[in-house]
């Protein structure tokens, strides 16, 4: 099994920005999908950004603002958030997809806050 880790969530005003990491227990190199989801209290987790075979997708909420991307030195998945706003409030989680029949592997969590 796959083991994430994620970090560096934390408190930052509108604008401002953000560098989440998600360190992963094994090689990415070959993933079929790696991404970030993101689940605010009282709402559905939704889908914030993904490498699908090395294709690149955003939510339409975050396009312009988020960039993923992807080290495969450092076996780390990298969530780049400019432009905060208060609505990208939430507790972002990590998530690898090994080949594309197998079931996702998911991080604890890192809790970003927006507010001045």
């Known amino acids: 099994q796959v083991q994430l880790v994620e970090s560096g969530g934390g408190l930052v005003q509108p604008g401002g920005s953000l560098r989440l990491s998600c360190a992963a227990s094994?090689?990415?190199?070959?993933?079929?999908?790696m991404g970030w989801y993101r689940q605010s209290p009282g709402k559905q987790r939704e889908f914030v950004a993904a490498?699908?075979?090395?294709?690149?997708t955003y939510a339409d909420s975050v396009k312009g603002r988020f960039t993923i991307s992807s080290d495969n030195t450092k076996n780390t998945v990298y969530l780049q958030m400019n432009s905060l706003i208060p609505e990208d409030t939430a507790v972002y989680y990590c998530?690898?997809?090994?080949?594309?029949?197998?079931?996702?592997?998911w991080g604890q969590g890192t809790q970003v806050t927006v507010s001045s």
């Open positions: 998530s690898v997809k090994q080949t594309s029949w197998i079931g996702n592997y």
């Open positions: 094994e090689s990415i190199l070959n993933f079929y999908a």
């Open positions: 490498i699908t075979t090395g294709v690149t």
